[in-house]
């Protein structure tokens, strides 16, 4: 008889309502289990620094080093590199004043078991200049993420020059391989969140009860309204300057959105989203295959809304004030976090954990953003995998390379022939 498994989505789910109840039930008792759950962030937070730096700097040393199409590069490249950063910088803006607005987290106090130094108020010119380490094995020791963040681009640029002039790659391929090790650490780590998970709620429970079952609504509930809010834009806004009927696109997009509301994984839902670009929307073959694969990549938008919820959701629930120059650099750090680096299954947790090292918060909350993970998913990876498509549609607009008779339906797609 086959023995049935539970995938860690579905523990992490289990999880989260038994440790809700159990601590809503025992009460200030349930704060002796914090230890374990404060265990299981410190294995987190103990790989993110290598993960980010090993990410980074593969990610842009690897850049134009392998199968480079210049023609392609040069007249469509930029164009599309320019609508997702468009489409990313509006979807951080509307996920910050939507988080602004309902705020997601008030009504929770999370007090801090532990957490990166105390933040002190400084000037504009001073906290540009604390950008830049003067030493980065110091700023390793003590997660400085901003510092390790400036440190790994320009390893990166360095990295990517030295391969192309040495024809080397050796350096590149350790370091690639070393992200691969830390992801497999993460990926280990993560088979004990439901056990964290359920330590640390229980925890939370205890001191507030039933209650911090609100801010977990509220906080799906925002990342959702955004994500309705901004495709209802983008659809009607990229019509416009395509002059497309806006009224056939909902339907084209039924498949790809269910692959990736039940997967939530762009990688997966990518060959459906790819071909119904070209059969649907009448997108020309090589302007999807290329922006289609940079998209998957690089286009975030959903995960750039839910990274800047989620830094407003931890600082509500807190109770800590950020400046306006630590909002900025967390929204920031939160658009360089979409470039699609951190793939790894939980790969949340470790977001949620930078960006809370990075800005002073307690990283108790975290808990919270992990229970309800694989709901914030669905909605992250749907507005991932359909803005792709507008931004591809928006590139081949420029080019003029939308077959408008397979998008209005007169007639049907036929592969080229090479």
Not at 222 to 228: D, E, M, R
Not at 237 to 265: E, G, H, Q, W, Y
Not at 337 to 346: D, F, M, R, S, Y
Not at 396 to 407: F, L, P, Q
């Amino acid at each position: 008889m086959k023995k049935y498994k539970l995938s860690l989505t579905t523990q992490i789910i289990i999880a989260t309502i038994a440790g809700i109840l159990f601590g809503a039930l025992v009460g200030e008792w349930a704060h002796n289990l914090q230890f374990i759950g404060t265990i299981f962030i410190r294995l987190i937070q103990m790989s993110v620094v290598l993960l980010v730096m090993t990410s980074v700097i593969t990610a842009i040393g690897n850049m134009g080093t392998e199968n480079e199409d210049e023609a392609i590069g040069l007249k469509i490249g930029i164009r599309t590199f320019g609508w997702i950063i468009f489409c990313t910088l509006l979807a951080a803006l509307l996920g910050f004043l939507l988080a602004t607005w309902i705020r997601p987290g008030e009504g929770m106090v999370i007090e801090q078991a532990y957490s990166a130094e105390e933040t002190v108020t400084i000037g504009f010119q001073e906290t540009i200049t604390n950008f830049v380490s003067t030493n980065i094995f110091a700023s390793m020791s003590e997660g400085n993420m901003i510092q390790i963040i400036v440190f790994s681009v320009l390893f990166g640029v360095g990295l990517n020059q030295w391969t192309k002039s040495s024809k080397d790659n050796t350096l590149l391929k350790v370091l690639q391989h070393t992200n691969s090790v830390t992801l497999n650490i993460i990926q280990m780590v993560m088979k004990l969140a439901p056990i964290g998970i359920f330590a640390l709620l229980a925890d939370v429970a205890g001191t507030i009860g039933f209650s911090v079952v609100i801010p977990m609504m509220k906080y799906l509930g925002t990342l959702f309204i955004g994500v309705v809010i901004f495709m209802v834009f983008m659809i009607f806004f990229t019509s416009a300057i395509c002059k497309l009927n806006p009224r056939l696109m909902p339907k084209k997009f039924v498949d790809m959105s269910l692959i990736a509301l039940t997967t939530t994984s762009s990688a997966i839902a990518f060959p459906t989203a790819l071909k119904d670009s070209k059969e649907k929307f009448g997108i020309r073959e090589d302007v999807a295959n290329f922006t289609m694969s940079i998209g998957m990549t690089s286009g975030s938008a959903g995960a750039a809304m839910s990274y800047v919820i989620m830094i407003l959701f931890m600082q509500q629930a807190s109770d800590v004030s950020l400046t306006w120059i630590q909002l900025v650099v967390g929204i920031f750090l939160a658009i360089m976090l979409t470039l699609g680096t951190i793939t790894v299954p939980g790969g949340s947790a470790v977001v949620a954990t930078f960006l809370a090292s990075s800005l002073g918060l307690p990283v108790e909350s975290i808990a919270l953003i992990i229970g309800v993970d694989w709901f914030a998913g669905m909605f992250r990876t749907f507005l991932n995998v359909n803005n792709d498509v507008l931004v591809s549609l928006l590139v081949a607009n420029s080019v003029d390379a939308i077959d408008r008779d397979i998008y209005n339906e007169v007639k049907t797609f036929e592969p080229q022939v090479k």
